[in-house]
């Protein structure tokens, strides 16, 4: 195990101020098409999202400057909202067109806009001050359209902080544990372990090498009874966590190849309150490509492993809200380096030292 730099500092958790400055996910680019406006709460703020009649999404506070009505409640009219309690209206750069009958108002009235990516499948919200929105901070993520590749997909809500989602994300060693009848290895065998931070980037590997099949790729694969199983993962930013992972199938046939099995995982965090998180993730594998029956089953298997995930953040974020002891301090062992050094990462962009 290394590091390159990162090993001291403050280490953020779920009081740490979230981060603005950063691309988040707000919403698929199927969710907007499915509604033309579409209210989500990202970092504590209410934004509606919607497109223009050309196709643009644009972003902007979901509260109407008047009474605070909720604009996504109201109705488009070209390429304007319309507020549903008492008519104004806002056009595309937040700007109020339109005041309430007899209504007049010195100045102008305008609302924030957030400036928006769309890379399918997924639209980006810029959270921070707009003059510091540089697209070239967009975290970079594997293909999902590769021809070679197939994707499934699903969606979460988290009643934890993200924080705490990343750093399970970088703990491999929960597999075999929370995970031992999906993902995890039954035999709970010591597997090599190394991380580093390089680049503002958190990579952890983990190579289990001569292992018996994790059930899931068991049942899917019909593997043989020792596999070697190599995962790689990286914290690439505050909204953006990702990996691969490798098997390979131990051939006990003389002069035959042995088999590999090639996936990806993209996890999309994004801040709703410091206490929950919207999670996208994709699940992209190069198998069984035109096999809907394994794509169904190793869904169902990837949702047990995330619901797993899920009830152990919510519990621990349950258990540390209703017993805040500052005379309680958590262990940390050598495995939870990737962790620790993502926590001091995101501490470090939330302007703490």
Same mark, same amino acid.
């Given at each position: 195990?290394?590091?390159?730099?990162?090993?001291?500092?403050?280490?953020?958790?779920?009081?740490?101020?979230?981060?603005?400055?950063?691309?988040?996910?707000?919403?698929?680019?199927?969710?907007?098409?499915?509604?033309?406006?579409?209210?989500?709460?990202?970092?504590?703020?209410?934004?509606?999202?919607?497109?223009?009649?050309?196709?643009?999404?644009?972003?902007?506070?979901?509260?109407?400057?008047?009474?605070?009505?909720?604009?996504?409640?109201?109705?488009?009219?070209?390429?304007?909202?319309?507020?549903?309690?008492?008519?104004?209206?806002?056009?595309?750069?937040?700007?109020?067109?339109?005041?309430?009958?007899?209504?007049?108002?010195?100045?102008?009235?305008?609302?924030?806009?957030?400036?928006?990516?769309?890379?399918?499948?997924?639209?980006?919200?810029?959270?921070?001050?707009?003059?510091?929105?540089?697209?070239?901070?967009?975290?970079?993520?594997?293909?999902?359209?590769?021809?070679?590749?197939?994707?499934?997909?699903?969606?979460?809500?988290?009643?934890?902080?993200?924080?705490?989602?990343?750093?399970?994300?970088?703990?491999?060693?929960?597999?075999?544990?929370?995970?031992?009848?999906?993902?995890?290895?039954?035999?709970?065998?010591?597997?090599?372990?190394?991380?580093?931070?390089?680049?503002?980037?958190?990579?952890?590997?983990?190579?289990?090498?001569?292992?018996?099949?994790?059930?899931?790729?068991?049942?899917?694969?019909?593997?043989?009874?020792?596999?070697?199983?190599?995962?790689?993962?990286?914290?690439?930013?505050?909204?953006?966590?990702?990996?691969?992972?490798?098997?390979?199938?131990?051939?006990?046939?003389?002069?035959?190849?042995?088999?590999?099995?090639?996936?990806?995982?993209?996890?999309?965090?994004?801040?709703?309150?410091?206490?929950?998180?919207?999670?996208?993730?994709?699940?992209?594998?190069?198998?069984?490509?035109?096999?809907?029956? +394994?794509?169904? *089953?190793?869904? #169902?298997?990837?949702?047990?492993? /995330?619901? !797993?995930?899920?009830? $152990?953040?919510?519990? +621990?974020?349950? *258990?540390?809200? #209703?017993?805040?002891?500052?005379? /309680?301090? !958590?262990?940390?062992? $050598?495995?939870?380096?990737?962790?620790? *050094?993502?926590? #001091?990462?995101?501490?470090?962009?939330?302007?703490?030292?």
């Amino acid at each position: 195990m290394s590091a390159s730099s990162g090993t001291t500092g403050a280490m953020a958790d779920s009081a740490t101020p979230l981060v603005a400055g950063c691309w988040y996910v707000i919403c698929t680019t199927t969710e907007l098409d499915a509604q033309k406006m579409l209210s989500r709460w990202i970092l504590d703020q209410n934004i509606v999202v919607r497109r223009t009649e050309n196709g643009t999404p644009v972003a902007m506070d979901n509260r109407c400057p008047h009474r605070s009505f909720p604009l996504s409640k109201g109705f488009q009219s070209g390429d304007e909202i319309v507020c549903g309690y008492h008519g104004m209206s806002f056009d595309s750069e937040g700007q109020c067109t339109r005041l309430p009958a007899g209504a007049e108002i010195r100045g102008k009235i305008a609302l924030r806009t957030y400036p928006l990516i769309e890379r399918a499948p997924l639209i980006w919200i810029w959270m921070g001050a707009p003059s510091k929105a540089d697209p070239s901070l967009l975290p970079d993520y594997p293909s999902l359209t590769e021809a070679s590749w197939i994707a499934i997909n699903g969606y979460y809500h988290v009643a934890a902080n993200y924080v705490g989602l990343h750093e399970n994300l970088q703990d491999l060693s929960h597999f075999e544990y929370l995970h031992s009848s999906s993902i995890g290895v039954p035999d709970r065998t010591p597997s090599s372990f190394d991380a580093r931070l390089e680049d503002g980037k958190v990579r952890c590997a983990r190579l289990y090498a001569n292992v018996q099949p994790p059930p899931l790729y068991q049942t899917l694969l019909d593997l043989g009874p020792r596999i070697d199983r190599k995962i790689r993962v990286e914290f690439t930013s505050p909204a953006l966590t990702h990996g691969d992972m490798t098997i390979r199938n131990h051939n006990e046939k003389p002069n035959e190849e042995e088999q590999e099995y090639h996936t990806r995982i993209l996890h999309f965090l994004t801040p709703e309150s410091q206490n929950s998180t919207h999670y996208w993730w994709y699940f992209i594998r190069d198998f069984a490509l035109d096999n809907g029956e +394994i794509g169904d *089953l190793l869904k #169902r298997g990837i949702q047990a492993a /995330f619901a !797993e995930d899920q009830m $152990a953040l919510e519990s +621990i974020s349950e *258990l540390t809200r #209703r017993d805040p002891r500052t005379t /309680f301090r !958590e262990l940390s062992f $050598a495995t939870d380096q990737p962790g620790i *050094l993502m926590r #001091r990462t995101i501490a470090a962009a939330a302007g703490l030292e």
